[in-house]
Nanobody
Framework: QVQLVESGGGLVQAGDSLRLSCVAS????????MGWFRQAPGKEREFVAA????????NYTSSVKERFTISRDDAKNTVYLQVNSLKPEDTAVYYC??????????????????WGQGTQVTVAS
């Protein structure tokens, strides 16, 4: 079992930046691919970014590709999502997710086994 805890969300102005963090605990000795998803009110959960365990391959949804950066620090059991040039449409609860895997990245929420509780990001115009 792996437990995930997100932090770093908040209320910001359009154009601002945030760094979201996701700390993993529990059985972290295994290899895990990690992802970030978000869910806005009344909308389905959508894929944002993913990173593989091996090689650090990354994958992004097109709407954030030039503004968001996913990274990981395995020594700290932490995955980050740097979010720049925030827009009001980025407002959502951001979730971290993990799945045991060696080298892949995954964009479907059903591929992930472990989820955090989410951190709220609100972008004012």
């Amino acid at each position: 079992q792996v437990q995930l805890v997100e932090s770093g969300g908040g209320l910001v102005q359009a154009g601002d930046s945030l760094r979201l963090s996701c700390v993993a605990s529990g059985r972290t000795s295994s290899t895990y691919a990690m992802g970030w998803f978000r869910q806005a009110p009344g909308k389905e959960r959508e894929f944002v970014a993913a990173i593989s365990w091996r090689y650090g391959r990354t994958n992004y949804t097109s709407s954030v590709k030039e503004r968001f950066t996913i990274s990981r620090d395995d020594a700290k059991n932490t995955v980050y999502l740097q979010v720049n040039s925030l827009k009001p449409e980025d407002t959502a609860v951001y979730y971290c997710a993990a799945v045991r895997d060696y080298s892949g990245t995954y964009y479907r929420h059903q591929d992930y086994d472990y989820w955090g509780q989410g951190t709220q990001v609100t972008v004012a115009s």
